[in-house]
Structure formats: structure tokens, C-alpha cells
């Protein structure tokens, strides 16, 4: 119930991976940067949709694919590739996205919180909201960040690597 309650009468940000669109709150988006403009260090060891880290405005931020965390398929970069930075447990985590598309305010009539996949692999999906010509999934990105890595590893590779960087430096 909590979980609907999150997106009435609320703001989602609705982004695309390949032709299906998807919405996050809002509330949970720090900001919108263009894939070219970011300069992305990978780090050995790490799983295959962790692309590597980026420094955003002094601070080390972790980027992961999230088609390739979310279907294992590798996103294929263009002009409209987007990162989505999201604030997960005061944690900012950049979600590398075909395109980031428009902001909307979703009816609460159109939302259909009817869970169709009721299993623990997809507890991050959060319903349906039906819009004109269009549908869009709305996911719980803590949720699907949880069930797609490893953030307690994800939060000790920036740790390490700030601390790695500390050390360089001095």
C-alpha cells in the first residue's frame, strides 16, 4: 500500500530502455546527464552492468547499465543516451538509460496497481500507468537497484576508490 501511495498525484520521470518506457519518482532523481559528457572509470572485478565510477560535481558516483542489470543485454550508446543520477540511501548511483524522455504528473486514475508478477524477482515493479497512446512501468529504483547489485559492494567501491584516490594524491 505504501508503494502506491508513492506515485499519487505525483511526478514521474519517464525514460526509455529500447521501445518500453519506464517511470521513477521524481523525488528520487538528482539529475539528467548527457552519456558523452561523462567521463566513466572502470574498476577490475566489478559485475558487467557496473560500468564504473564517475566524479559528478566532487562526488564519486557509481554508473550501471540498467538494461544490461535488468535483461543482461548491453545498452547500445546514440545521442539521446542519457544518465539518470538517482538518490538511493543518500547515495547517488547513475542509471545509464536509452533516452530520458519527459517529466509527467500521473493521474492517480491511471495507475493500475493490479501486480501481474508477484515474485520476489520483481518486487520493484510497482504498476502500470495507463496514459493515452502509451504505457509506462513505474519502478521502485531502490527496490530494483537492491535486487540487481549489490549496493553495500557498490557503496565500498566508492569508498575504496575515494580512499585509493586520497592516497595518490598525498
Avoid: C, W
Avoid at 533516452?99 to 508477484?118: C, G, H, K, Q
Avoid at 527496490?143 to 553495500?152: A, G
Amino acid at each position: 500500500m505504501e508503494d502506491q501511495i508513492k506515485f499519487r498525484d505525483s511526478k514521474v520521470l519517464i525514460f526509455k530502455l529500447g521501445q518500453i518506457e519506464y517511470g521513477v519518482h521524481i523525488s528520487q532523481v538528482a539529475s539528467i546527464e548527457r552519456m558523452q559528457a561523462i567521463s566513466i572509470t572502470p574498476y577490475p572485478n566489478r559485475p558487467l552492468h557496473v560500468l564504473g565510477v564517475t566524479s559528478l560535481r566532487s562526488v564519486v558516483t557509481p554508473i550501471v547499465d540498467i538494461r544490461a542489470a535488468l535483461t543482461g543485454e548491453s545498452l547500445q550508446q546514440t545521442d539521446i543516451t542519457r544518465i539518470i543520477i538517482v538518490k538511493v540511501y543518500d547515495k547517488e548511483i547513475g542509471l545509464v538509460v536509452d533516452a530520458a524522455t519527459d517529466v509527467l504528473e500521473l493521474p492517480p486514475e491511471s495507475i493500475d496497481y493490479t501486480n501481474l508478477l508477484e515474485s520476489k524477482d520483481a518486487s520493484y515493479l510497482l504498476g502500470v500507468s495507463k496514459l493515452e497512446n502509451r504505457l509506462v512501468i513505474l519502478l521502485d529504483i531502490e527496490k530494483l537497484l537492491d535486487d540487481t547489485t549489490n549496493l553495500d559492494e557498490l557503496k565500498q567501491m566508492v569508498e575504496s576508490f575515494i580512499n585509493r584516490k586520497d592516497s595518490a594524491e598525498s
